[in-house]
């Protein structure tokens, strides 16, 4: 069974910094990424990491940045710039064998 536990959430004034973590249980993860959710929106996704190609959504391009540990199972969101339009919950998921797994969430409220 695959444990995501997410950190590093908070409030943060606009154009400040946050870093998010997510340590999992488990290895041989295909891929490994943030998703987040605003309130009375869809769930997106953010950023993904697989193998040596990374995705980033338009909205965070140039602003946050993934990073992966492969040692320590660790996946990290750096985020930088932020925004009001960037509150909302980000959850952590990854992919093992074809199944993909998240974490419970953590919250992210940029205060204008």
């Known amino acids: 069974q695959v444990q995501l536990v997410e950190s590093g959430g908070g409030l943060v004034q606009a154009g400040g910094s946050l870093r998010l973590s997510c340590a999992a249980s488990?290895?041989?993860?295909?891929?490994m990424g943030w998703h987040r959710q605003a309130p009375g929106k869809q769930r997106e996704l953010v950023e993904r990491?697989?193998?040596?190609?990374?995705y980033y959504a338009d909205s965070v391009k140039g602003r946050f940045t993934i990073s992966r540990d492969n040692g320590d199972n660790m996946v990290y969101l750096q985020m930088n710039s932020l925004k009001p339009e960037d509150t909302a919950v980000y959850y952590c998921?990854?992919?093992?064998?074809?199944?993909?797994?998240w974490g419970r969430g953590t919250q992210v409220t940029v205060a204008s």
């Open positions: 488990g290895r041989g993860f295909t891929r």
């Open positions: 998921a990854v992919t093992m064998l074809g199944r993909d797994y």
């Open positions: 990491i697989a193998s040596a190609a990374t």
